[in-house]
């Protein structure tokens, strides 16, 4: 029951002071907010189809169900 926990979390990388990182390279000017957000959102979506294809295959060997 941490999945609703957890995923709301890991949207840090799509906001422009979400992490030290992105602040720096959005303050340099060097991503803009539109580029910021497409990344963010993909690199999210990536993320969470290896989060649910990791749990459908390892948890059943840990004998959750």
Do not use: C
């Amino acid at each position: 029951h941490t999945l609703p926990d957890a995923l709301p979390t890991s949207h840090s990388h799509v906001l422009p002071l979400g992490t030290p990182a992105t602040a720096n390279a959005y303050s340099s000017g060097l991503i803009t907010q539109k580029e910021l957000l497409r990344d963010g959102l993909l690199m999210h979506a990536f993320s969470i189809s290896i989060f649910v294809t990791a749990v459908w295959l390892y948890w059943p060997l840990l004998g959750i169900d």
